[in-house]
T-cell receptor, first 115, second 115 residues
Framework: SAVISQKPSRDICQRGTSLTIQCQVD?????MFWYRQQPGQSLTLIAT?????????ESGFVIDKFPISRPNLTFSTLTVSNMSPEDSSIYLC????????????FGPGTRLTVT | AQKVTQAQTEISVVEKEDVTLDCVYE???????LFWYKQPPSGELVFLIR??????QNEISGRYSWNFQKSTSSFNFTITASQVVDSAVYFC????????????FGTGTRLKVLA
């Protein structure tokens, strides 16, 4: 399994501000994914982040709102920009150690509350 | 299109009862993976099992067992002699190796085990 850490673990932010979430993995991985889980809901994929290329966003998510960086094979950041209460969710970083091998592991999540 | 359906939104059982969580999936791919994850109240997603499409053998791990049936596109999860610590939301997920490679999650089943 992969050891994944996220910072911050939780935050309370004001409307209109931005928050950057960091994801650190204990070893190099090709594919990193960012998910959002709104209260009581399932996981929704925001984007896939591969090192050395632009992140690929899912329908309903745009780069201006959720810019992602992937500077190396062990680290990624997700920024939630110009936040509104609707952005209150758990944001989860996940990784797949070997592409196509079906081994997806999740970080502990960042619980974001926007007031 | 790929899809995962967990028809049971919430299940309540009394401790020591057996409980089965249903998962039905849709895909046209011949190669795919199925997963179960547990999300306790702490929020972290815990990987439980991965099964590839070529392995229809049922699996048992302690009190947990999984029944994979390609004929009915189902991957059901049974907890035997449930315990209060089993209370969590359980997600079934599917990943396919062709097309837009990503993981599709079901809507989750909330299991409440009452003492």
């Amino acid at each position: 399994s992969a050891v994944i850490s996220q910072k911050p673990s939780r935050d309370i932010c004001q409307r209109g501000t931005s928050l950057t979430i960091q994801c650190q993995v204990d070893s190099q991985v090709t594919m990193m994914f960012w998910y959002r889980q709104q209260p009581g809901q399932s996981l929704t994929l925001i984007a896939t982040a591969n090192q050395g290329s632009e992140a690929t966003y899912e329908s309903g998510f745009v780069i201006d709102k959720f810019p992602i960086s992937r500077p190396n094979l062990t680290f990624s950041t997700l920024t939630v920009s110009n936040m509104s209460p609707e952005d209150s969710s758990i944001y989860l970083c996940s990784v797949e150690r070997v592409v196509g091998q079906g081994n997806l592991y999740f970080g502990p999540g960042t619980r974001l509350t926007v007031t | 299109a790929q899809k995962v359906t967990q028809a049971q939104t919430e299940i309540s059982v009394v401790e020591k009862e057996d409980v089965t969580l249903d998962c039905v999936y849709e895909t046209r791919d011949t190669t795919y993976y199925l997963f179960w994850y547990k999300q306790p109240p702490s929020g972290e997603l815990v990987f439980l099992i991965r099964r590839n499409s070529f392995d229809e053998q049922n699996e048992i791990s302690g009190r947990y067992s999984w029944n994979f049936q390609k004929s009915t596109s189902s991957f059901n999860f049974t907890i035997t002699a449930s315990q209060v610590v089993d209370s969590a939301v359980y997600f079934c997920a599917l990943s396919c190796t062709s097309g837009t490679y990503k993981y599709i999650f079901g809507t989750g089943t909330r299991l409440k085990v009452l003492a």
